[in-house]
């Protein structure tokens, strides 16, 4: 997960772990944490060091792939023939299509 306005990873830390190191009931700091968001804030940590609360998107699910059953040495050798006849290059989708074309039980 990164901050959208400058790109610097950001840790995913669950409530509930928050909860704990704080000794405190995880739906007291998410109500605090869902009034302090309604607007995004900034909050005084120290004199002159502030945290900015707000709402972020949700940190993206990896994509799942379909997986190409088969022996592996004629896995190889389809693939192999896919790209040749894509021209020596193609994306991951296009070669999954050629191999599809090809007769491929996937």
Not at 72 to 95: C, F, V
Request: net charge neutral; glycine share 6%.
């Amino acid at each position: 997960m990164t901050d959208e306005t400058q790109s610097i990873p950001l840790r995913a830390v669950p409530l509930e772990q928050v909860a704990s190191y704080l000794g405190c009931d995880s739906a007291r700091i998410a109500t605090a944490l869902r009034r302090l968001i309604k607007t995004p804030s900034a909050v005084e940590l120290s004199p002159g060091v502030w945290v900015r609360v707000q709402l972020l998107p949700p940190p993206q699910a990896p994509t799942m792939s379909k997986i190409i059953e088969m022996p592996r040495r004629d896995l190889d050798e389809k693939i192999i023939q896919a790209i040749k006849n894509l021209g020596g290059a193609g994306s991951t989708e296009q070669i999954y299509m050629e191999l599809v074309k090809m007769g491929c039980s996937l």
